[in-house]
């Protein structure tokens, strides 16, 4: 009987591995996720793999390990003790369920009143406040910035902040 189990692939071949796996007549998962990421001054979208080095592989533990193993693109079946553990068929569903064409996308953590927040990025990269509310938009905030000597209100990307 078919079951999933975790694949390690080797870096950044995870598509190269569930492609061969597809071609072969394999069920595979390579989950990806839509990530809104700072770089160079902007935001962007970019996707990029769930599980990085890692895929979901349904096969039959005996008759297809060796096909498995040796399949372009793969490192390793996970396994622990040189045992392989199948995973729950609703474990692999509950991924499945969260996917668009193959892809999640992260919503922005929500942040409350009065939360200690610090930007990670941007020009004012390092520096702490209190997180204020929201904006038109969902996706600009206003923040209270703590200095030495004053404190500044401004209005920031949600994407630059993070709780501390």
Do not use: C
């Not at 692939?9 to 591995?17: M, V």
């Not at 008759?63 to 996970?78: E, P, Q």
């Not at 930007?119 to 030495?148: M, N, Q, T």
């Amino acid at each position: 009987m078919k079951k999933w189990f975790v694949v390690n692939t080797k870096p950044k071949n995870e598509d190269r591995a569930a492609n061969n796996f597809l071609s072969g007549g394999i069920e595979v998962l390579a989950p990806k996720l839509r990530l809104r990421k700072y770089k160079d001054g902007r935001f962007i979208y970019v996707i990029e793999p769930m599980f990085p080095s890692y895929i979901f592989v349904k096969f039959h533990p005996v008759d297809d390990y060796i096909l498995v193993k040796y399949t372009r693109g793969v490192k390793t079946i996970v396994n622990f003790g040189g045992k392989i553990v199948p995973l729950h068929d609703e474990f692999i569903e509950y991924i499945k369920d969260k996917l668009e064409d193959g892809v999640a996308t992260i919503q922005p953590k929500g942040f409350k009143k009065g939360e200690k927040i610090v930007i990670k990025d941007g020009p004012f990269k390092g520096l702490s406040g209190i997180f204020e509310k929201e904006l038109d938009g969902k996706e600009r905030v206003a923040i209270l910035l703590d200095g030495i000597n004053f404190s500044a209100k401004m209005e920031i990307d949600k994407g630059l902040i993070v709780s501390v």
